[in-house]
């Protein structure tokens, strides 16, 4: 270990500095610092929560399962719109958190027009101007953004029915169930993506560091921009 400590890219975390430590060993790079990874287990959570909450209650065959985990019937829909809410919550301050290196560049479009060349994994390493995330990866995050707000907005007159009427509601439902699904979608394919298909991947949001040819070979530009060169032939895919 080469006793690097906080080693951070400023572009990944602009606030919430001097929270936690990760020691980052020798042929490492800090990918996630210990305040996001705070964030991101913290809306994982909550939405996992959120999620079985809302199958006991939308699913009549599920009910009788996953209600007494919650303490019952009435308590999980009490439950249910305050994790929904603590996932909101959580996940705006990510957004906060991630809002510069989740800006939307020209090398994103690029990405997008290779995505089958991705998905097959034809290439055995990302394109040179891959930074800190891809373009499938803002992707996800802006249509999590979206559906986030779809399901705040549409859960408010799902709480509070005797306020907004019986049309409200009925609309609110059609949308609280879409904007779930999208974030159910992304979710398996998040998982995916960070276990199975890019081994390395998730060891970053547990203990905050990839290896660095992990880093070269998914996100070379990235690499060259906290390392300052291109590199060296150990390092290479």
Do not use: C
């Not at 303490?71 to 305050?82: D, E, S």
């Amino acid at each position: 270990m080469n006793g690097s400590v906080d080693r951070l890219d400023h572009r990944t975390r602009p606030r919430g500095r001097g929270f936690g430590r990760t020691v980052v060993g020798e042929g490492q790079l800090l990918r996630h610092d210990t305040y996001t990874r705070v964030l991101h287990w913290g809306v994982a959570i909550f939405f996992v929560l959120a999620l079985l909450s809302g199958f006991a209650l939308y699913t009549p065959w599920l009910y009788s399962a996953l209600t007494p985990a919650f303490g019952g019937g009435p308590m999980t829909r009490v439950l249910h719109p305050w994790f929904s809410l603590g996932f909101v919550i959580i996940f705006a301050f990510q957004l906060v958190n991630w809002l510069a290196p989740m800006t939307w560049t020209r090398a994103d479009g690029r990405w997008m027009r290779r995505m089958k060349q991705y998905v097959t994994h034809a290439d055995a390493r990302e394109p040179e101007d891959v930074d800190f995330f891809n373009g499938g990866q803002k992707l996800y995050f802006w249509a999590i953004v979206a559906s986030a707000v779809v399901f705040l907005v549409s859960g408010i007159p799902l709480w509070f029915p005797e306020t907004f009427g019986r049309i409200g509601v009925a609309i609110s439902y059609v949308l609280h169930d879409l904007a779930a699904l999208v974030m159910l979608g992304g979710f398996i394919v998040h998982v995916y993506e960070a276990t199975a298909a890019m081994p390395g991947t998730f060891r970053s949001m547990t203990r905050g560091t990839v290896e660095r040819r992990w880093a070269w070979t998914h996100h070379p530009a990235w690499y060259r921009r906290v390392t300052g060169r291109q590199p060296p032939a150990n390092e290479r895919t």
